[in-house]
């Protein structure tokens, strides 16, 4: 068997890259096509994302186990290690089935040489795991396979909370659906998917959500083409109704791509929507959601910092900041910003949010309301942000977000996995007359 067929070996050799620097996402999307086995897929996602969520558990754990370090070159064996300790570890596989399979996965890298070494060190590790496995448990950093720079992060800003933010970001994240209401209820969604033989059920604190019971492939679903639907978790599906939409409206959505913000908005209210996004090479995909969706907005590339390259100098009744951010609290979703996210990161991020909220501050009109959004849990980022930022501006007046998270600052925050969402903040900010 080749690596083409082996969802092992396409595991190990997309691992390695994702931990050499590439995203996640990326990688899986163009990595998963080469599997035409629905169940191959499904094993290669999950190896891939939990590789990626344990690499800084188990990557040290064969520091210590094997006896000369594996070259570069040979960075998808090492990999493929990983994923060996993945299999017994935390996806529970039979240890003999995934020994085996792990070491024909070796074979079909073309890396045969290195059988003998899957082998023995994955039959090693299963006679010694739990001394391995408590010797692993005393760092906190191996423990909860997060790098120490996050961890004293969320330390310092939840310290009440960081054991369950670091515990609900090594667990998968649910398949949250955004009903579009311009097509479909969500109760008459969910019917159709109960005659499909798919289970959900309708959260209390996501009134156009549904939350599926299992994993799957949403390409599949009923009303996909249709644009019944799209795939949106339930923090983000907030930010609509904090924009207190109005019919008419002028709204800007200030960093669009890939467009779930900008779709909702449309689905909520006949509004005339501005989806802007500095890189023009998200924007194809932002258009095609929104076509699906049968949606329409006025797309267009533009740096949000520099409006005066594409705004018309009409002010905006809403704005939304859904600003650029160190992604901390979805990591459930996208585990390699453990591995690529780094402290110093988080000030040049800051300084781009100033940028972009003292930017676009003048184009909101007298009245009008600006929502800033940021995937964040660092209070940097988020309360931090925020407060400084009214203290910049005399006219802008802060509105407590009605949603039941922790209070933030002016703003509020979910912290990952709470009723079952990502880590997701909110603010609201009013212009006053």
């Known amino acids: 068997m080749s690596a083409g067929a082996n969802p092992r070996a396409l595991a190990a050799q997309a691992l390695a890259e994702v931990v050499a620097g590439k995203s996640l996402r990326a990688v899986q999307s163009a990595t998963a096509a080469r599997l035409d086995d629905a169940r191959d897929r499904a094993l290669f996602t999950a190896l891939l994302h939990e590789g990626a969520r344990w690499w800084l558990r188990f990557d040290v754990a064969l520091d210590a186990m094997l006896e000369r370090p594996l070259r570069e070159r040979d960075a998808d064996i090492r990999a493929l290690l990983v994923l060996g300790l993945v299999q017994v570890e935390i996806l529970r596989l039979s240890d003999y089935a995934a020994v085996s399979a792990t070491v024909e996965a070796a074979r079909a890298l073309r890396k045969p040489s290195f059988a003998g070494l899957v082998n023995a060190l994955l039959r090693r590790w299963l006679r010694e795991r739990e001394a391995c496995n408590a010797r692993l448990d005393r760092d906190a950093a191996t423990a909860t396979a997060h790098p120490p720079w996050l961890i004293a992060s969320l330390q310092s800003d939840w310290p009440q909370e960081a054991a369950a933010i670091l515990a609900a970001n090594n667990r998968a994240a649910p398949l949250w659906l955004r009903i579009n209401r311009r097509r479909v209820t969500p109760a008459g969604f969910a019917a159709q998917l109960a005659e499909a033989g798919v289970a ?14 299992s994993s799957l492939d949403v390409t599949g679903l009923p009303g996909y083409a249709q644009g019944a639907f799209a795939v949106q978790d339930g923090a983000a599906q907030q930010a609509a109704a904090l924009l207190d939409l109005r019919a008419g409206q002028r709204v800007l959505d200030a960093c669009a791509a890939p467009g779930g913000k900008s779709a909702h908005i449309l689905e909520s209210a006949d509004v005339r929507l501005t989806a802007l996004d500095a890189d023009a090479r998200r924007l194809p995909r932002l258009r095609e959601n929104l076509q699906r969706l049968g949606l329409a907005a006025d797309v267009r590339a533009g740096d949000a910092a520099t ?11 809403r704005i939304l900041l859904d600003a650029p951010c160190s992604a901390t609290g979805i990591i459930r979703r996208q585990p390699d910003v453990k591995l690529h996210r780094r402290a110093d990161d988080i000030s040049a991020l800051c300084v781009t949010q100033e940028r972009l909220l003292d930017a676009l501050w003048p184009l909101l009109g007298r009245g009008g309301r600006l929502v800033y959004a940021t995937c964040s849990v660092l209070a940097d980022e988020n309360a931090r942000q925020v407060d400084a930022f009214l203290g910049r501006h005399a006219d802008a007046r802060g509105v407590q977000p009605t949603l039941p998270w922790h209070a933030a600052g002016a703003g509020v925050q979910n912290l990952p996995g709470e009723s079952g969402m990502d880590g997701f903040f909110y603010a609201l900010v009013e212009k006053h007359n």
């Open 307 to 317: 409006p005066r390259d594409w705004w018309d100098g009409v002010a905006f009744d």
């Open 200 to 213: 959900c059920r309708a959260p209390d604190d996501a009134p156009d959500a549904l939350l599926l019971e």
